[in-house]
C-alpha cells in the first residue's frame, strides 16, 4: 500500500505543467517632436519643450520661434567675413608701397630748407629746463617728380654749423600727401640740443613715403 500510494504521488507531479514567469512590458508613449501638443501649447523649435503656441520666444532657451529671426542669425555671418576681407584683399600692403619708393632716385625733392627756433616768452634760452632741448620748426618745399601721389614721407634732417659738418641730425614726418608733379610746402617739428648760434643750416632728404589708400 505504501510503495503503491508513492508510485502514484510521482506519478501525478511528473503529469504537472510548470508554470512560467511572467515578464512585465512597459510600453513608454513617443515624444511628440513636431506639430502642436494641443491648441494651447507647442514645442520649441530648439529645445523642444512645451510652450505656449502664440509664443514667439521661448522662455526655457530663449531661442526665436519665426524663421526671419534665424535669418537675421545667419545672413550676418555670411556677410561680415566678406565685409573685413574686401579691405584687406584691395589695400596696398606696407611692404608694396614701400618698394615703390626709391630715396636714390629724384621722386621727392625738397628745394629750400630753413630752421627756426620756437619762441617761448617763459624761456628765452629755448630750451627746456629739465632735458635742455630745444624746439626747432623746419620750413621747405618738396617737389614730386613721379606721376606716383605720395603720403607720410619721412625726412631725414642734418644740423650744420658753417663750416658744414654735421652737428647733430633727427627724423620728421610729413601728414600731407604730395601729389603727382607738383610741389608742397611744409613745416616739421624737431628738436635739437645745439645752440642756435650754433646751427647755420639744415640739409633735408626724402627717406621713405608710402603710397596713399586708394591710390
Known amino acids: 500500500m505504501f510503495c503503491a500510494s508513492a508510485n502514484d504521488s510521482s506519478g501525478d507531479l511528473a503529469g504537472a505543467e510548470t508554470p512560467v514567469p511572467r515578464t512585465t512590458i512597459r510600453i513608454h508613449p513617443l515624444p511628440n517632436w513636431g506639430g502642436d501638443m494641443n491648441e494651447t501649447q ?3 523649435r530648439c529645445c ?4 505656449d503656441a502664440r509664443a514667439t520666444k521661448c522662455p526655457h532657451c530663449y531661442g526665436f520661434q519665426t524663421r526671419w ?3 537675421l542669425i545667419v545672413l550676418p555671418s555670411l556677410v561680415i567675413p ?3 576681407l ?3 584683399l584691395t589695400r596696398p600692403t606696407f611692404s608694396q608701397a614701400r618698394a615703390k619708393f626709391n630715396p636714390a632716385e629724384p621722386q621727392l625733392t625738397v628745394l629750400e630748407a630753413r630752421h627756426e627756433y620756437e619762441t617761448r616768452p617763459d624761456n628765452p634760452s629755448q630750451f627746456t629746463r629739465i632735458t635742455r632741448i630745444a624746439p626747432v620748426w623746419i620750413y621747405g618745399t618738396v617737389q614730386n617728380a613721379s606721376s606716383q601721389a605720395w603720403s607720410r614721407v619721412e625726412f631725414f634732417v ?3 654749423d658753417a663750416a658744414g659738418n654735421r652737428i647733430d641730425l633727427c627724423n620728421a614726418t610729413l601728414s600731407q600727401t604730395v601729389e603727382p608733379h607738383s610741389s608742397l610746402e611744409f613745416r616739421l617739428s624737431t628738436q635739437t640740443n645745439k645752440d642756435a648760434e650754433t646751427i647755420a643750416s639744415v640739409d633735408v632728404k626724402a ?3 608710402k603710397v596713399p589708400y586708394g591710390r
Open 48 to 51: 523642444r519643450e512645451p510652450i
Open 69 to 71: 529671426h534665424l535669418s
Open 86 to 88: 574686401i579691405p584687406i
Open 82 to 84: 566678406f565685409i573685413i
Open 158 to 160: 642734418e644740423f650744420k
Open 42 to 44: 507647442k514645442n520649441c
Open 207 to 209: 627717406t621713405s613715403a
